[in-house]
């Protein structure tokens, strides 16, 4: 089993940037894919970016490439977004969540989840 707690979340102006990170515990932290969605008022939850157990390998929604950044440090069993030129439009709650399937783009493929930190971007 995988507990995930989200953090960092935050009220900023557009244009500002947030450091999400997402504390895990449990044994197969090292061995989880591990992704970032996010759940707009009034939306579906969508994915924003995801990394492999490795690290070696990261995928990102199109409206955050080359804004967002996804890490993690296995040494201390936690995931990090890097958001950066905020835009009001990517108000929501985050969500990081563990799995072990495929495609890490999908909701299917994660079994773990956290409960969400709110990101909310001011014009």
């Known amino acids: 089993q995988v507990q995930l707690v989200e953090s960092g979340g935050g009220l900023v102006q557009a244009g500002g940037s947030l450091r999400l990170s997402c504390a895990a515990s449990g044994r197969t932290f090292s061995s989880s894919a591990m992704g970032w969605f996010r759940r707009a008022p009034g939306k579906e939850r969508e994915f924003v970016s995801a990394?492999?157990?490795?690290?070696?390998?990261?995928s990102y929604a199109d409206s955050v490439k080359g804004r967002f950044t996804i890490s993690r440090d296995n040494a201390k069993n936690t995931a990090y977004l890097q958001m950066n030129s905020l835009k009001p439009e990517d108000t929501g709650v985050y969500y990081c969540a563990a799995g072990l399937k495929w495609p890490l783009s999908e909701l299917k493929a994660y079994d773990y989840w956290g409960q969400g930190t709110q990101v909310t971007v001011s014009s």
């Open positions: 990394i492999t157990w490795s690290g070696g390998a990261t």
